[in-house]
């Protein structure tokens, strides 16, 4: 069962379910003690409770559908979470200046916090680590602003989940939680929906494009020209014309990640080794088919690059486009920043923003890997730095000896 | 012995990056018959992959044209499959997929394609590669998957372009019986561009000799296969050996200088 | 065949190549007015956009009213003036505004300081960039340092750097903002790029260095130093290439000069007449400068690296 189910079918039928999970919830009676939401008519109250099952309802479909993946899995975890310990005292032994720099780079900040003038503002221009994660952190509580959403023909209203401190509610750390799980997502949504339609149509179109010789010359100027315009100062004037709304920021993220994308690919296409194409080509393969098994596959190793690349532009532009005009979002957060110049709130918001990106580009390498399996291992030849920086020295000091 | 290929008053005339016009063939004549082993000599730059690549179709001719039976050669066809001197061997493709890459191109029948594709694998002595990745195979494995890709699109014709030119001398000795005993199964019509007159001397049974662009001499090698060492260093094999040194400028008293 | 014959011939290749040549410049232009055509279309009745938003054509302009809005404000623009907002020439702020010179309204001061600011930048990062990355060859102790905060840094979305800088620097000292986030974006990458190169120079070069005698010192200045170059050279030109936007994108947020602000000014002023056309103008014209900027970089790469092979295809 596991290996006739088609992957595609197996990631798309989780997000189906991830959407479906809540209203087989609701078929759940509103009696049993766990489950404590009240639905009367079209308004759903969440609380925590229905949120927790959701969550779990969640991991339920892989759990089943791929059974022994899911216990291998969880079992690399477990070993993961044992070795911890044992693996960061090696690597701390291997590399101890890793560590040593990070160190002194957070004492440091610690030291400047307290030795820096403390302005006229506010806020402290250098915050210590306690402010930052201490009492900017607690405030950002007054982020919690969702209140309900409609979702087809129901209404779901949060407000039984944590008080509302911007409508002079307490602040409390299950708010901070929300704050920060609710403006992830909003970020998230538009990044993720706008970086697989710019990835999806740009790869499509640079691949479509130099098929036809007159085309790919043709729309050689005019693409590089659009490549090389600044998005990111178009900024303010896209968002006039497509408003601040999750379709007009899709819309931009996707056309940056499609201009940038076009270009790599055209460019990745031009570069497939012409022995290739010339042997397909004697092997009497049509114009079609050497296309479609040698410069489509071919294309693809040089790929990476422009992928990441594009996945950076999109985050700044996400990043910067909530920044100039959204409500919601990370990028708002720290809009909020600079408006209070809290440098705390900065700290935290970058932190947050930072994981997620290293994250997007760590599953986008993990897919583009999987991709391009076939590619030889890097190949051999090239140099380690250190390795000959040593021996340089190492050679040198033989000469001193045998002198 | 029908006649396959022709080359007609064949001129290729190349751009140089500095702007001047280099003839990289100038009126080539002559014409070859079915299931002869052609080795086209001649020194680096004076032509050889260039005849090979018009006869191939992927370099259109200035003047002149050559022609395969009747027809004139236009492009690139599966008539006329190439072995290359660099590694063609698709990395994407396992070692099977890539034997049957111009069986699958021609849209084969899946039993044909089978077949035929175990057929050249064992030919070639990687059956138990089948299904390695091309990066799991060394070099020598490698021409031979090209080998084998080449053999079973069914071409009467094969072209190679110093197919063994990056290989260590055992491997390359190993592939020469290879290919001819490839080459005597099939009775195909084998044009092999080389620089390496020993090698032209165990594999021809004729020699074109290039210079400059200009064929020089067409020395038919009838030397008795196998050739062995003993053949080699016959007296008949020696005087072609000396025929094609002084025709490439290279007298024998210079030869045994250098 | 006869003499005449191989002239034939002769003449027959030289039509080739020249109407290969031909053909890339007809392409070109074709590529350039069809850009100019789909503009067009955009910002017509039948646009595309109307699909996205009510009214595109308030919103997008027509390319040949960006033109001349760009043309007829680049020395003078008297949308700016008329309101008094804002004027390149800050020593005469507080003259009375009939005696500041006109040029000081024009939009080409602004966007010679974001040009200055960005080079600026980019030089500097470049210059700390280098030195980290190719010092670290040296002392390999400074890659061991340098490489997790870079790596960290470096996977972060730049732009989040930027409100930092606006915050600390801001509007008192406005140039540091700029520059200050370009050169942090420069240096990181251009510490990569540096480190990648030296990586690519193939073992067998250096190893032949060492049985020729090389040292440390001389390895380091005539194989690293001279092999990096078209690498490096490469790399400052994708490194370039971002500087544009964000250093426009923090003169938005932050500082009171430049085009970034321009274009901050005219998105206060948007739905007025003109103001599109000022967006779009200024957008484009920042590609143009980059495009420009780049041209040259490639002439001067070409030049330095002409012994490389793959330096030329780089700079073509």
Not at chain 2, 93 to 107: D, I, S
Not at chain 3, 48 to 56: E, G
Not at chain 3, 137 to 148: D, S
Request: aromatic share 12%.
């Amino acid at each position: 069962m596991n290996k006739s189910l088609h992957p595609s079918l197996f990631w798309i039928g989780w997000l189906v379910w991830f959407l479906a999970a809540p209203w087989l919830l609701l078929l759940l009676p509103d009696s049993i003690p766990l489950v404590t939401w009240t639905a009367q008519e079209d308004v759903l109250f969440v609380t925590w409770a229905f949120l927790i099952l959701w969550a779990m309802l969640f991991w339920v479909w892989p759990f089943v559908l791929r059974f022994a993946g899911s216990v291998r899995m969880l079992a690399r975890i477990g070993r993961g979470f044992r070795n911890a310990p044992r693996r960061l005292l090696n690597a701390m032994r291997n590399n101890p200046l890793f560590f040593v720099t990070w160190a002194v780079l957070l004492v440091g900040w610690q030291v400047v916090s307290i030795v820096a003038p403390e302005g006229t503002l506010e806020h402290p221009l250098v915050p210590g680590w306690d402010y930052v994660f201490g009492d900017t952190l607690y405030r950002m509580s007054g982020d919690w602003l969702l209140n309900n959403i409609e979702i087809l023909f129901l209404e779901v209203r949060f407000e039984e989940l944590a008080p509302y401190p911007g409508l002079g509610g307490d602040r409390t750390w299950p708010a901070v939680f929300l704050a920060l799980s609710f403006h992830s997502f909003m970020t998230l949504s538009r990044l993720l929906v706008g970086l697989a339609i710019g990835l999806a149509v740009g790869i499509a179109t640079g691949l479509a494009i130099p098929y036809w010789p007159v085309l790919r010359q043709t729309a050689w100027a005019p693409m590089n020209f659009l490549r090389m315009i600044p998005l990111l100062a178009a900024i303010p004037w896209l968002q006039f014309g497509l408003g601040a709304n999750f379709r007009g920021a899709v819309a931009f993220i996707a056309f940056g990640v499609w201009v940038t994308l076009v270009v790599a690919t055209m460019n990745s296409v031009a570069n497939v080794p012409d022995r290739f194409i010339e042997s397909a080509r004697t092997l009497g393969a049509s114009r079609p088919y050497t296309y479609f098994k040698v410069i489509v596959p071919g294309s693809m190793p040089e790929l990476r690059t422009a992928l990441l690349l594009s996945a950076g532009l999109g985050w700044s532009l996400t990043i910067a486009a909530e920044f100039l005009g959204f409500p919601t979002g990370l990028g708002h957060m720290a809009s909020i920043a600079v408006q209070e110049t809290n440098t705390a709130r900065l700290v935290i918001v970058a932190f947050v923003v930072a994981c997620y990106s290293l994250l997007t580009f760590y599953m986008l390498n993990q897919m583009f890997n999987k991709l391009v399996s076939w590619m030889p291992q890097r190949a051999a030849g090239t140099t380690d730095i250190s390795k000959v920086a040593g021996a340089a020295g190492a050679a040198r000091a033989g000469i001193v000896q045998e002198a | 012995m029908s006649r396959v290929v022709t080359f007609e008053n064949l001129w290729c005339v190349f751009e140089h990056r500095s702007g001047q016009l280099v003839n990289a063939l100038q009126d080539v004549n002559f014409d070859v018959q079915s299931g002869e082993f052609v080795c086209v000599v001649g020194r680096s730059g004076h032509g050889k992959t260039t005849l090979l690549r018009v006869l191939a179709g992927l370099q259109p001719p200035t003047a002149g044209q050559v022609r395969l039976g009747d027809d004139v050669v236009t492009g690139p066809g599966a008539d006329r499959a190439m072995v290359f001197q660099q590694d063609t061997v698709f990395p994407w493709l396992h070692v099977r997929e890539n034997v049957e890459f111009g069986l699958r191109a021609m849209k084969a029948p899946d039993s044909e394609r089978k077949e035929i594709t175990n057929h050249w694998l064992e030919a070639v002595g990687l059956t138990d590669f089948a299904d390695s990745w091309p990066r799991e195979l060394s070099g020598g494995m490698r021409k031979r998957v090209a080998l084998a890709s080449a053999m079973a699109v069914g071409s009467d014709v094969i072209l190679m372009d110093e197919p063994f030119g990056s290989l260590d001398y055992f491997t390359r000795r190993n592939l020469h019986d290879v290919l001819l005993d490839l080459w005597e199964e099939s009775k195909k019509t084998i044009f092999f561009v080389t620089h390496d007159i020993e090698e032209a001397l165990i594999l021809a049974d004729r020699v074109i000799l290039l210079a400059e662009g200009k064929l020089v001499d067409d020395i038919p090698v009838t030397l008795p296969r196998p050739r062995d060492e003993d053949i080699r260093a016959g007296a008949e094999s020696v005087q072609i050996t000396k025929v094609i040194l002084q025709h490439l400028g290279i007298t024998e008293e210079e030869a045994t200088k250098v | 065949m006869t003499s005449t014959d191989v002239l034939d011939v002769r003449a027959k290749a030289r039509r080739a190549v020249r109407r290969r040549r031909t053909a890339y410049i007809t392409y070109l232009i074709l590529g350039m007015l069809l850009f100019f055509v789909i503009w067009e279309w955009f910002a017509s009745s039948i646009s595309p956009l109307l699909f996205l938003m009510d009214d595109p054509q308030t919103f997008m302009p027509r390319p040949w009213n960006t033109i001349t809005h760009f043309v007829q404000n680049f020395l003078f623009s008297e949308g700016l003036q008329s309101r008094y907002i804002t004027q390149a020439c800050p020593d005469l702020a507080s003259e009375r505004i009939a005696d500041i010179p006109d040029i000081c309204f024009g939009y080409v001061l602004h966007l010679a300081e974001t040009t200055k600011n960005i080079l600026i930048g980019a030089a500097l990062g470049t210059i700390l960039g280098l030195s980290m990355g190719l010092g670290s060859l040296v002392f390999p102790k400074i890659a061991e340092v340098v490489t997790p905060v870079a790596s960290f840094f470096g996977t972060a979305p730049i732009f989040i750097a930027a409100p930092f800088f606006v915050i600390w620097f801001g509007i008192e000292i406005p140039l540091l903002t700029t520059i200050g986030l370009i050169t942090f974006y420069t240096t990181l990458l251009m510490y990569f790029f540096s480190r990648r190169a030296a990586e690519n120079i193939p073992v067998g070069i250096v190893e032949s260095a060492l049985t020729l005698g090389g040292t440390p010192r001389s390895i380091f200045r005539w194989v690293y130093l001279r092999g990096t170059v078209p690498e490096i050279a490469g790399g400052f030109r994708i490194a370039l290439a971002g500087a544009w936007g964000l250093g426009a994108l923090v003169e938005v947020l932050g500082p009171q000069l430049g085009g970034g602000f321009l274009i901050r000014i005219w998105s206060f002023l948007m739905g007025t007449f003109g103001a599109a056309e000022a967006l779009v103008s200024l957008t484009v014209f920042l590609g143009v400068l980059a495009v420009v900027v780049d041209g040259l970089l490639v002439l001067g790469i070409r030049f330095i690296t002409r012994w490389s092979e793959s330096g030329r295809r780089l700079g073509l």
